[in-house]
């Protein structure tokens, strides 16, 4: 709480780098190095991301009523309107139709106005904007240290959980939630020159690679592959390198067909054939196949939700997980179980993006938030020669991964295009504070 307290007297005298950088340590889990248990206070916050939201809302009041600008009439601007009037609506069908508690409501949602954060951190000068970027770009070496260290030795060294060793790796899934991002700002826009700029790009390159999720790879592969396209000029440089093409191109082809072999290519065949429709009492799935479980896991819900015109259009609402409305109001079959009673997850999974935006946005709100999402994309798409490219490369990240994990989901990874959207139109300036860093 101190340290809330400080970052909002920070914010309002004007030291807004430091009072955002701990904005940004509450945002992702204290940067994955304190517990989650450190942040409970014993008088309704209990995490981390709590801290934000108050951080958030606070201050957006602050700034509606200090700056007469604060709100600027802007394409983001209209964006964030358009999504938080669905959520607004969508909070009061949850209180006023499905009769869920306030408390529940408040919980399920708060993470949604995280969306708000733009209008606070849009204050800063394009200089403090690059300071800012830079120092979240340490942070971000300093994790990846440790998660290397980590998956050599078996010793968590950030918050997150262990699955297992494989070969001499051990398998962490505390992967730095700033890394997705910043893998591509380091290859693409690294603020280093000569040996550190070499260093500064393998370390969250290797990263990237150590959770061993094939997918992840996968895709990651893939948005690199499109940056260096547009990097170096598109297709008519790459043919007059055929040899260099070549090189980049055959270990890539390996590593994606050692991916796609086994139970994945099973899970693909079982899901075009439509296996996965086939959800009944009797549906046995080994731990195995995770492509076909998430399938499964989405349509069961998708068919839930989708039964009523009223959850098609607005999803079932925001109700918590383990609450007594979320016990007597959904039985799902498919999902993972919960550790401490052992009966199936209902709501909310971090395996696939599409269940959670079904059972709380329904059809209507799921192609209201990809009209934002790739609304924001399109943005950098027109801007890709500064700092337009790695976003754009991480947004694509997040749609392709959207399969395979619940990020696109949460609203705190939009938070790197909202922080930048200032400098797309400032490229001397930001060329110029760089070299001045």
Known sequence: MPLLILSIILYIIGKRISSILIFFFFLFDGFQLIPEMLFDTHVGISKSVDFAFVYILVLFIYGFIRFDDFIPKNRISKL?????????ICIGISLFYYHISFVDILRTSRTYFLLLSYFVIRRLENEELV????????????????FIIQAF???????????????????????????????????????YQGWLRVVTTVIPFVTMFLPLHRSLMMAFIVCALIGIYIKIGGLKVIMKYPRILCV?????????????QGRTVTDISNVLSGEFLEVNDDFVMDEDSTFLFRMTHFFERFMDITDSK??????????????????????????????????TIQLDTSDISWSNFIIRYGIIGTFIFLYFFFSITSIY??????IGLPIFLYMILLFIDSFTS?????????????????LLSSKYEYKKSIDNI
């Open 248 to 260: 980049i191109i055959i270990p890539i082809l390996f590593i994606v067909a050692k991916s796609a």
């Open 153 to 191: 030795t078996g010793i968590a060294l950030l918050v997150g959980g262990e699955s297992g060793r494989t070969g001499v790796i051990t398998r962490f899934y505390s992967v730095p939630f700033m890394l997705y991002f910043l893998v591509f700002y380091a290859i693409f826009c690294n603020p």
């Open 310 to 343: 009223m959850g098609s259009v607005f999803g079932a609402g925001y109700m918590t997980e383990g609450s007594d409305y979320t016990l007597n109001h959904f039985d799902y079959q498919i999902g993972l179980p919960d550790e401490i009673t052992g009966n």
């Open 131 to 146: 300071k800012l970027l830079k120092i979240l770009f340490i942070i971000v070496l300093f994790q990846c240290c440790l």
């Open 381 to 386: 798409n027109k801007n890709l020669k500064t």
């Open 406 to 422: 619940d990020l696109m989901y949460q609203n705190r990874m939009l938070i790197f295009p909202l922080l930048l959207y200032n």
């Open 80 to 88: 964030i309107a358009i999504y938080l009037s669905f959520i607004i």
